[in-house]
């Protein structure tokens, strides 16, 4: 397996040749023989430990496994305690999200403050066939299918050429002492599942079946340059690059023909997901847009642009004063007095003008709105929920506007009335509001 190793370095990743390496371990199978491994070259490296305190007893002992084996075998090590559940509270991240940011934050500031060139994962082959069934599983574009990159940045996974067994087998032929994590068996993980109940079945179907997957994600990266060059030619024809801004022209999108997937490489670097409503937008009417979380586009005539989504952008706000007869804003309103009431409808209702408090207010839907959905008999209901049991589509939630007195939702505009300002027969002042 050295000799492998070592072969594999020399043809793939001569960028360590000569370098300060930090090795990431964790006290597992998988990054207990990485080390040994390296401790039969002549590398420079130190071990970098991260102990996210998730297993109580478990995680300690981890660490004191690690403190342990640095010092008895002359290492240089660095050892780090996160709280990784009050991280992934207060970021609102998983667990699983949080520790990788942590973990990654940490080693990068290793490396610039004690001088390494490359932090090493033990990420292997089984690895990448699991990243890619999970990916299959929850649906994803080409680089999803292409594994786990052998390099991003300073992050080397010089491990990816062996499988778990070869790694087992090493393990156990060389003596070598690990940890066992107990979060590896439960079955509440994807990966733990794919892991224990899939991976084994193909293995049995094909007995070379790793090396014919490495084979599969080899041809996979092939295509992926091939789309990675259409998709830079195509882009200086179609996009043009501005100020902070992006814009795709759309008469040239539109004689492309699969435009979406060129809209998929363009737009997913902004952490756009909402694919069909974003492929919608293109012949959707002019000043509809989408949000990523830290983007937006938008649809203006002849172009989509994308731009960086600001806080004014979330808390954008329109004031109507009272007896103002038409809003032009990013919808259109016409409101006015009239003396008894119609069919109201989607686009058109009736108000008691007494109820109203002036300034009314246009503004976006946010978490925790709640209104009294007309028709409901005055019970209430999160904007959310009804937004989710309408079946709306992102584009449609993020396009919606509330009409609002003194903050209470007069109307979901297009949508839905609220109870409580609705005009009745008994009603003297009755205000109209239609959407045009």
Same mark, same amino acid.
């Given at each position: 397996?050295?000799?492998r190793?070592q072969?594999h370095?020399?043809?793939?990743l001569p ?5 300060r ?11 207990m023989v990485?080390?040994?491994?390296f401790?039969k070259t ?7 430990h991260?102990?996210f $305190?998730?297993?109580? /007893?478990e995680? #300690?002992?981890d660490?004191?496994?690690i403190e +342990? *084996?640095?010092k ?7 050892v ?8 992934a509270?207060?970021?609102?991240l ?5 520790a990788?940011e ?18 090493l994962?033990a990420?292997?082959?089984?690895d990448?066939?699991e990243?890619?069934?999970?990916n ?6 080409l ?10 940045d ?11 067994e070869e790694i087992?087998?090493y393990?156990? $032929?060389s003596?070598? /002492?690990?940890? #066992?994590?107990s979060s590896?068996t439960?079955? +509440? *993980?994807?990966r733990n599942k ?6 084994p ?9 790793i090396s014919?997957?490495?084979n599969t994600?080899?041809?996979?990266q ?9 998709s830079?030619?195509v882009?200086?024809?179609v ?16 004689q ?8 998929y ?8 997901k ?7 937008l293109?012949e959707s009417q002019?000043?509809?847009?989408i949000?990523?979380e830290?983007?937006?586009?938008l649809?203006?005539r002849?172009y ?8 004014i952008?979330?808390?954008?706000k329109?004031y ?10 990013h919808?259109?309103?016409s ?6 009431i119609?069919n109201a409808?989607?686009t ?8 109203l408090?002036y300034p009314l207010?246009?503004?976006r839907?946010?978490e925790g709105d709640v209104f009294y ?5 005055g019970k ?5 929920k009804?937004?989710?049991?309408e079946?709306?589509?992102l584009?449609e ?5 509330l ?14 009335q609220?109870?409580r ?5 008994t009603?003297k002042?009755i205000?109209?509001?239609a959407?045009?």
């Open positions: 397996m050295i000799s190793l072969k370095l020399s043809q793939n960028i360590l040749q000569g370098k390496l930090l090795l990431a371990i964790s006290g597992g199978v998988d990054s990485m080390l040994d491994l401790q002549d590398f420079v490296m130190a071990i970098a991260c102990n $305190q998730l297993r109580g /007893q995680s #300690e002992g660490q004191a496994f +342990k *084996y640095a008895e075998n002359n290492i240089a090590l660095f780090t305690q996160f709280d990784t559940k009050a991280f509270e207060d970021y609102k998983s667990i699983q999200v949080a990788r942590l973990r990654y934050n940490w080693f990068y500031e290793l490396l610039e403050t004690n001088n390494y060139d490359f932090i994962t990420h292997h082959a089984d990448n066939i990243t890619f069934l999970i299959l599983s929850r649906g994803s574009g680089d999803g299918f292409t594994g786990i990159p052998m390099q991003n300073k992050t080397i996974r010089p491990l990816l050429i062996f499988g778990r087992l087998d393990a156990n $032929q003596n070598i /002492q690990w940890r #066992e994590d590896n439960s079955d +509440k *993980y994807l794919i892991r224990q109940e899939i991976v079945v193909l293995k049995t179907l094909n007995a070379n079946f014919s997957f490495q994600l080899e041809n996979l092939q295509s992926m340059t091939l789309v990675d060059d259409a830079r030619i882009y200086r024809k996009v043009e690059d501005e100020e902070n801004q992006k814009k795709i022209n759309l008469k040239e999108l539109l492309l023909p699969n435009y979406k997937a060129y809209l490489e363009w737009l997913k670097p902004f952490g756009f909402a694919w069909n409503d974003i492929y919608s293109v002019s000043g509809k847009q949000f990523s830290n983007f937006k586009l649809k203006d002849d989509l642009i994308v731009s960086p989504q600001t806080e952008d979330r808390e954008e329109y109507i004063e009272e007896n103002q007869q038409d809003v032009n804003f919808i259109k309103l409101i006015c007095k009239i003396t008894s119609a409808s989607n058109t209702i009736f108000v008691d003008q007494k109820k408090k207010v246009l503004r839907w946010k959905p007309s028709g409901m008999k209430s209901k999160k904007v959310s009804f937004f989710k049991d079946k709306l589509s584009i939630k993020e396009n919606t506007w009409l609002c007195s003194d903050d209470q939702i007069v109307w979901i505009v297009g949508i839905r609220d109870e300002f609705k005009a009745t027969t009603t002042q205000i109209q509001i959407l045009h």
